[in-house]
């Protein structure tokens, strides 16, 4: 199983990369756990570059998102 996140902006739509292709997907992660753990140590990083919000993929099916990236208000 491959695990990953699909990154989306404030409007929902699907953030590429310079390929056209969703970004973040060439990231994959052996377990949920470090899927979880990655987007804990990056989603500052990916907040300030324009992500507004994440879905966690195990093999490309949704588990659970989007997720937003931004904080309470």
């Known amino acids: 199983m491959a695990w990953s996140w699909r990154f989306v902006n404030a409007d929902g739509d ?42 966690l993929l195990e093999d490309g099916r949704e588990v659970y998102g989007p997720m937003s990236l931004q904080p309470p208000e």
């Open 14 to 55: 699907l953030i590429t990369d310079d390929e056209g292709s969703p970004a973040g997907q060439g990231v994959e992660f052996p377990t949920q756990s470090d899927a979880e753990s990655w987007i804990g140590e990056h989603w500052r990083q990916l907040a300030d570059s324009g992500v507004d919000g994440v879905t």
